[in-house]
Protein backbone atom coordinates (compact mmCIF):
# COMPACT_ATOMS: atom_id res chain seq x y z
CA UNK A 1 0.00 0.00 0.00
CA UNK A 2 1.41 3.31 -0.90
CA UNK A 3 1.59 6.20 1.50
CA UNK A 4 -0.51 8.93 0.93
CA UNK A 5 0.32 12.14 2.49
CA UNK A 6 -3.57 13.80 2.40
CA UNK A 7 -4.83 11.22 4.19
CA UNK A 8 -5.70 11.70 7.97
CA UNK A 9 -3.59 9.28 10.26
CA UNK A 10 -6.70 6.64 11.63
CA UNK A 11 -5.24 7.61 14.99
CA UNK A 12 -6.27 11.59 14.46
CA UNK A 13 -9.55 11.26 12.76
CA UNK A 14 -10.27 8.15 15.63
CA UNK A 15 -10.10 10.83 18.58
CA UNK A 16 -10.97 13.93 17.15
CA UNK A 17 -14.41 14.34 18.18
CA UNK A 18 -13.52 14.41 21.72
CA UNK A 19 -12.24 17.90 20.58
CA UNK A 20 -14.54 20.43 21.99
CA UNK A 21 -17.20 21.52 18.65
CA UNK A 22 -15.52 24.69 17.12
CA UNK A 23 -12.24 24.60 19.50
CA UNK A 24 -9.09 25.86 18.14
CA UNK A 25 -6.10 22.79 17.11
CA UNK A 26 -2.39 22.83 17.11
CA UNK A 27 -1.47 20.90 14.31
CA UNK A 28 2.22 21.02 14.88
CA UNK A 29 5.11 19.90 12.58
CA UNK A 30 2.42 20.02 9.98
CA UNK A 31 3.85 19.35 6.89
CA UNK A 32 1.40 19.75 3.54
CA UNK A 33 -1.42 20.00 6.38
CA UNK A 34 -3.57 16.57 5.98
CA UNK A 35 -4.82 17.01 9.70
CA UNK A 36 -5.04 20.46 9.13
CA UNK A 37 -7.39 20.33 6.42
CA UNK A 38 -9.17 17.46 8.51
CA UNK A 39 -9.72 19.34 11.14
CA UNK A 40 -10.68 22.64 9.57
CA UNK A 41 -13.45 20.60 7.69
CA UNK A 42 -14.83 19.20 11.06
CA UNK A 43 -15.35 23.25 11.77
CA UNK A 44 -12.10 23.44 14.30
CA UNK A 45 -10.03 26.64 13.51
CA UNK A 46 -6.37 25.22 13.00
CA UNK A 47 -3.24 26.92 13.95
CA UNK A 48 -0.67 24.86 11.28
CA UNK A 49 2.56 25.15 12.07
CA UNK A 50 5.52 23.60 10.04
CA UNK A 51 9.32 25.02 9.34
CA UNK A 52 9.11 23.98 5.53
CA UNK A 53 7.22 27.24 3.91
CA UNK A 54 6.56 25.56 0.81
CA UNK A 55 4.71 22.98 2.15
CA UNK A 56 2.63 26.07 3.62
CA UNK A 57 1.58 27.30 0.39
CA UNK A 58 -1.12 25.43 0.07
CA UNK A 59 -2.97 26.01 3.13
CA UNK A 60 -2.99 29.58 3.30
CA UNK A 61 -6.09 30.13 1.59
CA UNK A 62 -7.78 27.58 3.35
CA UNK A 63 -10.60 29.14 5.17
CA UNK A 64 -10.16 28.22 9.28
CA UNK A 65 -6.47 27.35 8.43
CA UNK A 66 -3.67 29.88 9.82
CA UNK A 67 -0.21 28.76 8.59
CA UNK A 68 2.47 29.48 10.59
CA UNK A 69 6.46 29.40 9.26
CA UNK A 70 8.55 28.53 12.40
CA UNK A 71 10.66 26.03 13.35
CA UNK A 72 10.51 24.94 16.03
CA UNK A 73 14.06 23.35 16.90
CA UNK A 74 15.90 26.73 16.49
CA UNK A 75 16.04 27.81 19.98
CA UNK A 76 13.62 30.69 19.47
CA UNK A 77 10.84 30.89 22.18
CA UNK A 78 7.96 28.80 21.93
CA UNK A 79 5.95 30.54 19.24
CA UNK A 80 2.50 29.80 20.97
CA UNK A 81 3.05 30.93 24.54
CA UNK A 82 0.28 32.31 26.52
CA UNK A 83 -1.96 30.56 24.10
CA UNK A 84 -4.12 27.75 24.33
CA UNK A 85 -5.78 25.02 22.29
CA UNK A 86 -8.64 22.78 22.86
CA UNK A 87 -6.69 20.22 20.53
CA UNK A 88 -2.81 19.97 19.82
CA UNK A 89 -2.30 17.54 16.85
CA UNK A 90 1.42 16.21 16.39
CA UNK A 91 2.17 12.96 13.99
CA UNK A 92 5.26 11.83 12.54
CA UNK A 93 7.02 14.33 14.78
CA UNK A 94 9.58 14.27 17.94
CA UNK A 95 11.30 16.74 19.41
CA UNK A 96 11.36 16.22 23.37
CA UNK A 97 12.09 19.58 24.83
CA UNK A 98 8.31 20.75 22.92
CA UNK A 99 6.75 18.34 25.63
CA UNK A 100 6.63 20.20 28.20
CA UNK A 101 5.23 23.66 25.64
CA UNK A 102 2.14 21.21 24.05
CA UNK A 103 1.08 20.06 28.06
CA UNK A 104 1.24 24.21 28.74
CA UNK A 105 -0.55 25.17 25.36
CA UNK A 106 -3.32 22.63 25.82
CA UNK A 107 -6.26 24.22 27.39
CA UNK A 108 -8.24 22.77 30.14
CA UNK A 109 -10.15 19.78 28.61
CA UNK A 110 -8.20 20.25 25.92
CA UNK A 111 -7.01 16.73 23.70
CA UNK A 112 -3.69 15.94 22.80
CA UNK A 113 -3.69 13.42 19.67
CA UNK A 114 0.31 12.19 19.38
CA UNK A 115 1.27 9.61 16.93
CA UNK A 116 5.11 9.09 16.16
CA UNK A 117 7.51 6.49 15.49
CA UNK A 118 9.34 4.10 18.02
CA UNK A 119 12.63 2.77 18.55
CA UNK A 120 12.58 -0.72 16.34
CA UNK A 121 11.91 1.50 13.47
CA UNK A 122 15.13 1.49 11.86
CA UNK A 123 14.08 -1.79 10.67
CA UNK A 124 11.52 -0.65 8.24
CA UNK A 125 13.48 2.46 7.10
CA UNK A 126 13.56 6.36 8.18
CA UNK A 127 13.34 7.48 10.57
CA UNK A 128 16.02 5.64 11.98
CA UNK A 129 17.84 7.46 14.39
CA UNK A 130 17.27 7.26 17.98
CA UNK A 131 16.63 11.10 18.36
CA UNK A 132 13.48 10.83 16.38
CA UNK A 133 12.31 7.76 17.94
CA UNK A 134 10.60 7.20 21.15
CA UNK A 135 11.47 4.60 23.77
CA UNK A 136 9.22 2.19 25.25
CA UNK A 137 6.70 4.20 26.88
CA UNK A 138 7.88 7.12 26.60
CA UNK A 139 4.28 9.57 25.32
CA UNK A 140 2.72 7.98 28.80
CA UNK A 141 5.76 8.60 30.94
CA UNK A 142 5.82 11.96 29.03
CA UNK A 143 1.60 13.03 29.11
CA UNK A 144 0.39 9.96 30.97
CA UNK A 145 -0.93 12.38 34.08
CA UNK A 146 -3.41 13.02 31.65
CA UNK A 147 -6.79 11.40 31.26
CA UNK A 148 -5.46 8.62 28.83
CA UNK A 149 -8.29 8.09 26.45
CA UNK A 150 -6.50 5.30 23.88
CA UNK A 151 -2.36 4.38 23.89
CA UNK A 152 -0.89 2.25 21.43
CA UNK A 153 2.85 0.72 20.85
CA UNK A 154 3.70 -1.53 18.53
CA UNK A 155 4.07 -2.40 14.94
CA UNK A 156 2.20 -1.40 12.33
CA UNK A 157 1.32 -2.51 8.49
CA UNK A 158 -0.77 0.63 6.86
CA UNK A 159 0.16 3.46 5.18
CA UNK A 160 3.27 1.89 5.60
CA UNK A 161 5.18 -0.39 7.74
CA UNK A 162 6.43 1.24 11.00
CA UNK A 163 6.72 0.78 14.45
CA UNK A 164 4.90 3.66 16.16
CA UNK A 165 3.29 4.57 19.20
CA UNK A 166 0.66 6.90 19.85
CA UNK A 167 -1.32 8.65 22.34
CA UNK A 168 -5.08 10.71 23.09
CA UNK A 169 -4.89 12.06 26.52
CA UNK A 170 -7.13 14.86 27.90
CA UNK A 171 -5.94 17.50 30.08
CA UNK A 172 -7.94 17.87 33.35
CA UNK A 173 -10.62 20.49 32.89
CA UNK A 174 -9.48 21.78 36.16
CA UNK A 175 -6.31 23.18 34.97
CA UNK A 176 -4.21 21.28 36.65
CA UNK A 177 -2.48 18.05 34.80
Not at 67 to 84: C, I, R, S
Not at 92 to 103: I, M, Q, S, V, W
Not at 115 to 132: D, I, M
Not at 159 to 166: C, N, S, T, V
Request: charged share 20%; hydrophobic share 40%; net charge neutral.
Amino acid sequence: MTHNLDTPSPWVVHWAPLIRKGGTVLDVACGRGRHARYLAGLGHEVTAVERDAEALESLRAIHRIHAVHADLEDGNPWPFTGKQFAGIVVTNYLHRPLFPHLLASLAPGGVLIYETFALGNERYGKPSNPEFLLRPGELLQAFGSMNVQGFEEGPQEHPKPALIQRICAIKAASGFI
